[in-house]
């Protein structure tokens, strides 16, 4: 067992030749570390503060503090721009490729494609009219744009606005878990192994004191505040399950290297910052 090992106590040694067998115990001196019981006086009349924002400081020096929305143009609502909101099930009605050419009135819709049900038994059966059960395609609407647009622009805008709207809470969290990213990936290697710990210590603890620790924590811990309350205050709000998931996000970034963790901080920077400049332009943020 290697020397410094703060899980042991007793060093043995054996020592062993081909005449005499002999085994050595030595037990060598011990310091058992005790949890420091720390009150933390809370002054009720502090005023609600908010752990993240878009402005968040990144500390690593070789990555450029957080992005700001100065640094950034408006956003315009071009195909590229709405293209961002895409997965393989999800499409634009008509295409964005032929919005410019569309003639107006313009009414764009996004939709869900849905899986389609696969067939039952009783759709084989040699009684049942011919189609039944036939697989087919379904799509859902998510979001639209105004009625009657006339330019293909005013159809993108109102197509964001009413997507913004319908799910504004969802994008502020998407919001502050991108702003918590980049700024953990702008961390050194010896910092995102601390916070592992400390996550790893949140997890053992009992779920009233979980409740208490963050009652004395919420709206008195701003982006001003040292880089472990504002990790502990966050994962106090998204609970216990997340931050099971945080701590595997946290060994990944400690896992790469400075330049390619600095690169990953810049772009969940980014996605932040479009994210807050989104909600801002719509009037949800």
Not at 53 to 60: A, G, T, V
Not at 66 to 80: G, L, R, Y
Not at 232 to 244: A, H, N, Q, Y
């Given at each position: 067992?290697?020397?410094?090992?703060?899980?042991?106590?007793?060093?043995?040694?054996?020592?062993?030749?081909?005449?005499?067998?002999?085994?050595?115990?030595?037990?060598?001196?011990?310091?058992?570390?005790?949890?420091?019981?720390?009150?933390?006086?809370?002054?009720?009349?502090?005023?609600?503060?908010?752990?993240?924002?878009?402005?968040?400081?990144?500390?690593?020096?070789?990555?450029?503090?957080?992005?700001?929305?100065?640094?950034?143009?408006?956003?315009?609502?071009?195909?590229?721009d709405?293209?961002?909101?895409?997965?393989?099930?999800?499409?634009?009605?008509?295409?964005?490729?032929?919005?410019?050419?569309?003639?107006?009135?313009?009414?764009?819709?996004?939709?869900?494609?849905?899986?389609?049900?696969?067939?039952?038994?009783a759709?084989?059966?040699?009684?049942?009219?011919?189609?039944?059960?036939?697989?087919?395609?379904?799509?859902?609407?998510?979001?639209?744009?105004?009625k009657?647009?006339?330019?293909?622009?005013?159809?993108?805008?109102?197509?964001?606005?009413?997507?913004?709207?319908?799910?504004?809470?969802?994008?502020?969290?998407?919001?502050?878990?991108?702003?918590?990213?980049?700024?953990?990936?702008?961390?050194?290697t010896?910092?995102?192994?601390?916070?592992?710990?400390g996550?790893?210590?949140?997890?053992?603890?009992?779920?009233g004191?979980?409740?208490h620790?963050?009652?004395?924590?919420?709206?008195?811990?701003?982006e001003?505040?040292?880089?472990?309350?504002?990790?502990?205050?966050?994962?106090?709000?998204?609970?216990?399950?997340?931050?099971?998931?945080?701590?595997?996000?946290?060994?990944?970034?400690?896992?790469?290297?400075?330049?390619?963790?600095?690169?990953?901080?810049?772009?969940?920077?980014?996605?932040?910052?479009?994210?807050?400049?989104c909600?801002?332009?719509?009037?949800?943020?």
């Amino acid at each position: 067992m290697p020397p410094g090992d703060p899980f042991s106590d007793a060093y043995v040694i054996e020592l062993e030749d081909e005449y005499s067998p002999i085994t050595e115990e030595q037990v060598l001196e011990t310091t058992i570390f005790q949890k420091a019981l720390i009150t933390v006086p809370i002054l009720d009349t502090l005023p609600r503060l908010e752990p993240w924002s878009p402005h968040s400081p990144i500390s690593l020096s070789s990555v450029s503090t957080s992005p700001t929305q100065s640094s950034f143009s408006p956003i315009h609502w071009t195909n590229e721009d709405l293209n961002l909101a895409l997965t393989s099930s999800l499409n634009f009605s008509p295409p964005l490729e032929s919005l410019d050419s569309h003639s107006s009135p313009i009414h764009l819709g996004l939709y869900h494609k849905v899986p389609p049900t696969p067939p039952t038994p009783a759709s084989f059966s040699k009684h049942a009219p011919i189609g039944t059960g036939r697989p087919t395609t379904r799509s859902v609407c998510i979001a639209q744009s105004a009625k009657s647009c006339s330019t293909a622009h005013l159809a993108r805008k109102t197509l964001a606005r009413n997507l913004l709207e319908s799910a504004a809470a969802h994008v502020l969290r998407m919001r502050q878990r991108y702003n918590v990213l980049a700024t953990l990936y702008a961390q050194s290697t010896a910092t995102l192994l601390a916070l592992q710990r400390g996550m790893v210590e949140m997890l053992g603890v009992e779920d009233g004191e979980w409740e208490h620790r963050y009652g004395q924590l919420v709206g008195r811990v701003d982006e001003a505040c040292v880089l472990g309350a504002r990790i502990e205050v966050f994962l106090l709000g998204v609970g216990r399950r997340e931050t099971e998931e945080w701590v595997g996000v946290v060994a990944g970034a400690g896992g790469m290297e400075g330049v390619e963790r600095g690169e990953w901080a810049r772009v969940w920077g980014e996605v932040g910052v479009f994210l807050g400049q989104c909600l801002g332009e719509m009037g949800a943020g």
